[in-house]
């Protein structure tokens, strides 16, 4: 691309970005005042110290990412096109793997779009952008988007808390069409969820396959399902042929939701969703002896920041404890976290200590993370972020 600004590295940096990571941290780079005084989110060519060409990528002098690379051949351009190039691979990988339009389109550096997520409801996408450099690109990326999808409807839910880290303001709006409800088709089941209003989180297509599992090994039980949002594992068992199924969770909307959509499936007869908060609830369940053949716990994450790591790691040992106690002899526990900043072995150690603390024994059957459509970058393993277990309790 001509005429780029050129970002160098001090000497010796760059393993991880020579290795395919396409990730160069800020004190890799020679920050000169030049350097430093790059608008965040700016497109760069990149240059090792022995003048080797890494490619080019947007940088952003606040974060600690410095670079993130988008093109490694040099000089090539980073445009519609090029966005079009990626949006392509992205959709075909899905069409391999699903037979309708319901998943995760792009899963940022999973599918080499660094700060881009997509998700797709049908005709409806919806977007997240947590860079200043996929911010700069939001116009050619809209361009690409008419281009490979030609969606009928685009929502721009701007409101992560990466954006703050990046120097970006929150900004949800709608580009295209009118979206206030989606509806999402996965296990069989039809659900329901609201992108206006308080509660806007859309969907979590992540769990996808853990839900599909869960339901899998439900039928004829009772299913209790913790933090339960919109319906999403308690009604894929249901129609898997569970017993009945009991939801939780503090958001009236998401339960409100959850009841619809019970409804839509024919399964209100056997669904119950409850008000509540969790670890109070699982109380007075404990307290009220009442037990299930299948617990589910899948919170909000309780490991936000880095600091965070030992109260939340804390949190996911007594959700451990309080739900294994309520889980009957003989069944299923599904714990998850979808903490970026606890490591599976951390969260694997806190479960296993909570388990054994509601004086259960318990052995681990599955250990899973995201779905497909949620790809990890090979080169940066780290950032595969959700962990699920399910234990089996004697
Ligand atoms: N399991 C869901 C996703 C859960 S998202 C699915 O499969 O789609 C986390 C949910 O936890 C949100 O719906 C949020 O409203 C709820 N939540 C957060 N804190 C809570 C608390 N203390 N008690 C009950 N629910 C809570």
Same mark, same amino acid.
């Given at each position: 691309?001509?005429?780029?600004?050129?970002?160098?590295?001090?000497?010796?940096?760059?393993?991880?970005?020579?290795?395919?990571?396409?990730?160069?941290?800020?004190?890799?780079?020679?920050?000169?005042?030049?350097?430093?005084?790059?608008?965040?989110?700016?497109?760069?060519?990149?240059?090792?110290?022995?003048?080797?060409?890494?490619?080019?990528?947007?940088?952003?002098?606040?974060?600690?990412?410095?670079?993130?690379?988008?093109?490694?051949?040099?000089?090539?351009?980073?445009?519609?096109?090029?966005?079009?190039?990626?949006?392509?691979?992205?959709?075909?990988?899905?069409?391999?793997?699903?037979?309708?339009?319901?998943?995760?389109?792009?899963?940022?550096?999973?599918?080499?779009?660094?700060?881009?997520?997509?998700?797709?409801?049908?005709?409806?996408?919806?977007?997240? @952008?947590?860079?200043?450099?996929?911010?700069?690109?939001?116009?050619?990326?809209?361009?690409?988007?008419?281009?490979?999808?030609?969606?009928?409807?685009?929502?721009?839910?701007?409101?992560?808390?990466?954006?703050?880290?990046?120097?970006?303001?929150?900004?949800?709006?709608?580009?295209?069409?009118? @979206?206030?409800?989606?509806? @999402?088709?996965?296990?069989?089941?039809?659900?329901?969820?609201?992108?206006?209003?308080?509660?806007?989180?859309?969907?979590?297509?992540?769990?996808?396959?853990?839900?599909?599992?869960?339901?899998?090994?439900?039928?004829?039980?009772?299913?209790?399902?913790?933090?339960?949002?919109?319906?999403?594992?308690?009604?894929?068992?249901?129609?898997?042929?569970?017993?009945?199924?009991?939801?939780?969770?503090?958001?009236?909307?998401?339960?409100?939701?959850?009841?619809?959509?019970?409804?839509?499936?024919?399964?209100?007869?056997?669904?119950?969703?409850?008000?509540?908060?969790?670890?109070?609830?699982?109380?007075?369940?404990?307290?009220?002896?009442?037990?299930?053949?299948?617990?589910?716990?899948?919170?909000?994450?309780?490991?936000?920041?880095?600091?965070?790591?030992?109260?939340?790691?804390?949190?996911?040992?007594?959700?451990?404890?309080?739900?294994?106690?309520?889980?009957?002899?003989?069944?299923?526990?599904?714990?998850?976290?979808?903490?970026?900043?606890?490591?599976?072995?951390?969260?694997?150690?806190?479960?296993?200590?909570?388990?054994?603390?509601?004086?259960?024994?318990?052995?681990?059957?599955?250990?899973?993370?995201?779905?497909?459509?949620?790809?990890?970058?090979?080169?940066?393993?780290?950032?595969?972020?959700?962990?699920?277990?399910?234990?089996?309790?004697?």
């Amino acid at each position: 691309m001509p005429n780029l600004p050129i970002i160098r590295l001090r000497p010796k940096e760059g393993r991880r970005a020579r290795n395919g990571a396409p990730w160069i941290f800020s004190n890799e780079i020679e920050m000169t005042p030049k350097t430093k005084a790059l608008t965040p989110g700016s497109l760069v060519s990149v240059v090792g110290a022995d003048a080797r060409e890494f490619g080019s990528g947007y940088f952003n002098p606040r974060s600690l990412i410095g670079v993130r690379l988008l093109e490694r051949t040099p000089g090539a351009p980073v445009d519609a096109a090029f966005l079009a190039k990626r949006l392509r691979r992205a959709l075909a990988l899905r069409q391999r793997l699903y037979d309708k339009p319901f998943y995760r389109l792009v899963h940022a550096e999973g599918d080499d779009l660094p700060g881009l997520t997509i998700d797709r409801y049908g005709e409806t996408l919806v977007l997240q @952008v947590t860079t200043a450099g996929m911010e700069r690109l939001t116009e050619p990326l809209l361009a690409a988007l008419d281009d490979v999808v030609s969606p009928a409807q685009i929502v721009l839910k701007n409101d992560a808390s990466a954006r703050a880290l990046e120097g970006l303001d929150d900004e949800v709006r709608t580009v295209r069409g009118d @979206v206030s409800r989606i509806t @999402v088709e996965e296990n069989g089941v039809r659900y329901f969820a609201d992108l206006a209003g308080g509660q806007k989180s859309g969907w979590y297509y992540d769990q996808r396959d853990n839900r599909a599992f869960m339901a899998s090994i439900a039928k004829g039980k009772s299913v209790l399902d913790a933090y339960c949002y919109v319906g999403g594992f308690a009604l894929a068992a249901a129609k898997a042929g569970a017993k009945e199924v009991t939801g939780i969770d503090s958001s009236a909307p998401a339960l409100t939701l959850a009841e619809e959509s019970a409804a839509a499936n024919k399964l209100s007869a056997k669904s119950r969703f409850v008000k509540a908060d969790v670890f109070e609830e699982l109380d007075r369940l404990w307290t009220a002896k009442e037990t299930f053949d299948v617990v589910i716990a899948d919170p909000p994450p309780f490991v936000r920041a880095k600091k965070d790591l030992e109260p939340g790691a804390k949190a996911y040992r007594k959700l451990a404890r309080l739900s294994a106690a309520v889980t009957a002899p003989g069944g299923f526990l599904f714990l998850a976290s979808c903490s970026h900043n606890i490591s599976l072995e951390r969260f694997q150690e806190e479960c296993a200590a909570g388990i054994l603390r509601s004086g259960r024994n318990a052995s681990l059957i599955r250990t899973a993370g995201a779905g497909p459509d949620h790809p990890v970058h090979p080169a940066l393993p780290e950032t595969a972020y959700l962990k699920a277990l399910v234990y089996a309790l004697d």
